[in-house]
């Protein structure tokens, strides 16, 4: 007996009537090498976006820091009008700093000047989900503005109709109950992944409050792709051959990739989970829409379970 897992028809509810696709699109891909200037290919980056809606995709993650502001403007270019049932979510509190590095900016003023950023880039009178990027999953950075002052700056945002609903990125269980106590949270994006469960703890939180749960990296930042030089990932994380191996082997069974299988396991983790794969290539999205029709048996999802 199998189970079904994934599917861009599978719909969580989010808050303020918000409803997005499980299986989503991520945009950071879209800019050049480094999240940095323009597309190698302006025409492929905007026939990738297309094809995501043309999928069912209803939910596309964003910043205006990618780029920056590229992946904003050629989500508007692409697809604006948007079609009915289209959420954009978007990250504040990063800015882009002369090197090409991200630099925390989450005091107040600064959080309501990207707010309106990204309302011009996108071509929007209010945002659907912002999320607050904190880098308390130690991934990034710290946040330098204190947490409550930053996040209430975006809860009057809201109460103004500048947002719809709010979101956090990168927080441990402590801020997700801090940021609860001052307005609702609708969606939590932190790092999780097959062979990454250090999100595991918020994530638990997330589904016992009925809090959608994304993943970023959800494909373990590219990581699983064939040819990918994997001296290049940051220490401890690349994956080793024995969990290449096992992954392998699951693929194979069912004659899907790995990719595949990943975000198989990732939607049918948790009822809360959504996944935001991202690419600038066609073939790559259709590799990734083709997993929300992957079925795991129990078993396969029981060793792929024991990877991390």
């Given at each position: 007996m199998t189970v079904p897992i994934g599917s861009t028809g599978d719909v969580l509810r989010l808050a303020d009537g918000l409803a997005v696709g499980r299986l989503g699109y991520g945009a950071m891909q879209l800019p050049g090498p480094g999240v940095w200037?323009?597309?190698?290919?302006?025409?492929?980056?905007l026939a990738v976006l297309r094809r995501a809606v043309e999928f069912g995709v209803t939910?596309?993650?964003?910043?205006?820091?990618?780029g920056p502001h590229v992946a904003n403007d050629l989500i508007k270019e692409a697809l604006h009008p948007y079609p009915d049932g289209l959420v954009i979510a978007t990250k504040v509190?990063?800015?882009?700093d002369e090197w090409h590095g991200f630099e925390a900016a989450a005091e107040p003023e600064r959080l309501r000047e990207q707010v309106e950023e990204n309302l011009t880039r996108l071509g929007r009178a209010r945002l659907d989900l912002v999320y607050l990027r904190v880098g308390g999953d130690g991934l990034l950075f710290p946040g330098e503005a204190p947490f409550a002052e930053s996040f209430g700056a975006l809860a009057e945002l809201r109460e103004r109709g500048l947002i719809r609903a709010l979101g956090l990125s990168g927080v441990t269980t402590g801020q997700l109950a801090e940021a609860r106590a001052i307005a609702p949270v609708a969606a939590v994006q932190n790092r999780f992944h097959l062979f990454d469960r250090s999100g595991a703890e918020v994530l638990a939180a997330c589904e016992e409050?009925?809090?959608?749960?994304?993943?970023y990296f959800p494909l373990a930042a590219g990581m699983l792709r064939p040819?990918?030089?994997?001296?290049?990932?940051?220490?401890?994380?690349?994956?080793?051959?024995?969990?290449f191996a096992a992954l392998d082997e699951v693929a194979g069974r069912y004659g899907a990739t790995r990719a595949?299988?990943?975000?198989?396991?990732?939607?049918?983790?948790?009822?809360?989970?959504?996944?935001?794969?991202?690419?600038?290539?066609?073939?790559h999205l259709e590799e990734n829409m083709a997993a929300a029709r992957l079925r795991l048996s129990p078993e396969d999802i029981a060793l792929l379970d024991g990877l991390a």
């Open positions: 200037g323009p597309p190698r290919d302006h025409a492929a980056a939910h596309i993650d964003t910043s205006d820091f990618y509190g990063v800015v882009r409050a009925g809090i959608a749960f994304t993943s040819g990918l030089d994997l001296s290049q990932a940051p220490p401890g994380m690349a994956p080793s051959a024995g969990q595949q299988v990943a975000l198989a396991w990732l939607l049918g983790s948790s009822p809360v989970t959504l996944a935001i794969p991202g690419t600038s290539s066609l073939a």
